[in-house]
């Protein structure tokens, strides 16, 4: 099996979900296979390239500065902000939060997933590990079936979630979600 990145939907994706598997794709050589670095030195690349991606589309990014290169603000209510604001610094767009949960614990990934479900951005991003593609497919219905029932929904909402399967040589299967 050779390092990949898949895409589990043939959904179109929006502008800001093409960008974040664009950059995916740009590091897989770097990230994979899974056991090729450790977390926080995954964290760190994933974080960094996917700041600089929010930079080149012209936003600002809110991420943890331990876990990012480049000159960036502190994180800020998710692991990763992309925002603007006008020339009174008054905040107006946030297309892109993102919550990254490397624990294999269900009850772990739901928990910063959950987050995601308050926020009113155009598109929420979750990356999670399980320890096969079967278990990152549950997963990532899970997560959906958590969108479906959510009765603050809205039908513009945008998700993606993006689970690495641990065995092997590792790999990103990536599953958008639109709201219906």
Partial sequence: MENQITLLSTS????????????????????????????????????TKLAQMGNACGYDVCVNKNHCGGDHQSEWLYDMVWYKENSDNMLIEVPLVLEMEWSRFDKDIKYDFEKLLLSNSELRVMIFQKDSRDEVQKIGNNLIDRIKIFENKNKADKYLLIGMDTTGDGAFYIKPYHGE
Wanted: glycine share 0%; hydrophobic share 35%.
């Fill in 12 to 47: 179109k994706v929006c502008k800001i979900e093409e960008k974040v598997i664009e950059a995916l794709k740009s590091i897989k050589e770097d990230i994979l296979p899974y056991n090729k670095i450790c977390i926080t030195e995954r964290t760190y690349i994933i974080n």
